[in-house]
Antibody, heavy 121, light 107 residues
Framework: QVQLVESGGGVVQPGRSLRLSCAAS????????MHWVRQAPGKGLEWVAVISYDGSSKYYADSVEGRFTISRDSSKNTLHLQMNSLRREDTAVYHC??????????????WGQGTTVTVSS | DIQMTQSPSTLSASVGDRVTITCRAS??????LAWYQQKPGKAPKLLIYKASNLESGVPSRFSGSGSGTEFTLTISSLQPDDFATYYCQQYNSNSPTFGQGTKVEIK
């Protein structure tokens, strides 16, 4: 079935880096734009970044611009989020999510369960 | 960025009640709005897209309406499985934004 599974979360010190991955299965990954969305403990949803189906277009939230990089490896059906210069306020559950065919910005119809990132000294 | 404001933040209701949640955008977003349901510890689930289109598999008691800057999500008869937090999301711009959420609690 259609599935997204995140990995790579953990506890990291402020200023350090972490790379998240999202493994896709059950659909043609290379045909879909993909997003990262995060949720801080007890808070609402915050959009982080998006990448087009072919990787040619990328957009970021102001809060992560210049520190985070979204990428994809369609040969491995995997989405990545490289997070550098991490701050305490980046502590959150990070979800990857799919946008239906033909869209870059759109409703997110498939979500992963999330991976937890904790930035703490 | 387009700001999305939901009301109320918390809603207490009983099984069988008709429930309405409002979402307002700081700028017109046409009909580029989605609604999600989220339960504790779970990923969000898409309910409605393009303001009023029901996602496949979502019960028909859920409906959405609105355009421009004002939108509503209605649950016609609240069921036990519907107690959750609901979020609106605009996708009119290259910087999608979510509302702050509305928690539907048992009265």
């Amino acid at each position: 079935q259609v599935q997204l599974v995140e990995s790579g979360g953990g506890v990291v010190q402020p200023g350090r880096s972490l790379r998240l991955s999202c493994a896709a299965s059950g659909f043609t990954f290379s045909s879909y734009a993909m997003h990262w969305v995060r949720q801080a403990p007890g808070k609402g949803l915050e959009w982080v970044a998006v990448i087009s189906y072919d990787g040619s277009s990328k957009y970021y939230a102001d809060s992560v611009e210049g520190r985070f990089t979204i990428s994809r490896d369609s040969s491995k059906n995997t989405l990545h989020l490289q997070m550098n210069s991490l701050r305490r306020e980046d502590t959150a559950v990070y979800h990857c999510a799919r946008v239906p065919l033909g869209g870059l910005m759109g409703p997110m119809d498939v979500w992963g369960q999330g991976t937890t990132v904790t930035v703490s000294s | 960025d387009i700001q999305m404001t939901q009301s109320p933040s918390t809603l207490s209701a009983s099984v069988g009640d008709r429930v309405t949640i409002t979402c307002r955008a700081s700028h017109s977003i046409s009909s580029w709005l989605a609604w999600y349901q989220q339960k504790p510890g779970k990923a969000p689930k898409l309910l409605i897209y393009k303001a009023s289109n029901l996602e496949s598999g979502v019960p028909s008691r859920f409906s959405g309406s609105g355009s421009g800057t004002e939108f509503t999500l209605t649950i016609s008869s609240l069921q036990p499985d519907d107690f959750a937090t609901y979020y609106c999301q605009q996708y009119n711009s290259n910087s999608p934004t979510f509302g702050q959420g509305t928690k539907v609690e048992i009265k």
